[in-house]
């Protein structure tokens, strides 16, 4: 599978091309790579993983929608307009997005789901600490928007930006008496990069459509 990588000198573009096999490496892009060569990335590629920036995103989605190359998005602080023109890129090939490929991260979102309607908002305040290190530019994180969408309900959402944290969320349900904190962390960048590689080695061949995690789980965690 010869595998393109959108934003190659980024922070997870460098972690995405130390572990791809450079005989599977088709080729990557960056602010710098021009349409012409953004083209001829994508036309020779069996999948491309997309770590870059919306307006990088969707350039090389609007490519990959006319060769019908599926694609692995995980570029975070797009507009409610701009995802939905990744909706329409949709019609054309299959693209898989999501805001976290941490298999813990789509766990706990399950279990912020679960929690959500036993914990009932008339009873428990609902909150969402999002650490991340001190570069990352979109506040609240998407993993963070992520997990309050996961609640269905009203969310305080607080975003710190530290160090060189890679991501840290805990969820927290407190109540008159009691409270209920879910908290996951990443150790490194390497849990996304081999969950965004597994979501791409089984995305291609299917049929275009807007897929998330949820769809991939119980593939992704066998």
């Known amino acids: ?72 998005v995980g570029t975070t602080g797009f507009s409610e307009a701009e995802f939905e023109r990744i909706k329409v890129f949709s019609e054309s090939t299959a693209i898989l997005y999501s805001s976290n490929f941490s298999p813990g991260i789509q766990l706990m979102a399950l279990l912020v789901e679960k929690c959500s309607r036993v914990l009932t ?17 979109d506040a609240p994180s998407g993993t963070a928007l992520f997990l309050a969408e996961s ?24 109540g008159k008496d009691e409270m209920l904190s879910i908290t996951h962390r990443a150790f490194n960048r390497e849990v996304f990069a081999v969950g965004a590689l597994k979501c791409a080695s089984r995305i291609r061949g299917k049929d275009p459509k807007l897929y998330s995690m949820r769809d991939f789980l119980g593939d992704i965690l066998s």
Request: overall charge neutral; some cysteine; aromatic content about 4%.
């Open 1 to 72: 599978m010869k595998t393109g990588i959108i934003g190659i000198t980024g922070r997870m573009g460098r972690v995405l091309s130390a572990m791809i096999p450079e005989a599977e490496l088709s080729g990557g892009s960056s602010a710098r790579t021009s349409d012409e060569e953004l083209r001829q990335i994508i036309s020779r590629s069996d999948v491309l993983i997309d770590f870059s920036t919306p307006i990088s995103s969707l350039k090389a989605l609007g490519v990959a929608a006319e060769y019908g190359v599926p694609a692995v």
């Open 121 to 137: 908002e008339a009873e428990f305040d609902f909150s969402v600490i999002d650490r991340h290190h001190r570069n990352k530019k």
């Open 151 to 174: 609640a269905a309900r009203k969310a305080e959402i607080v975003s710190l930006r530290e160090g060189s944290i890679p991501g840290e969320h805990t969820c927290s349900f407190t």
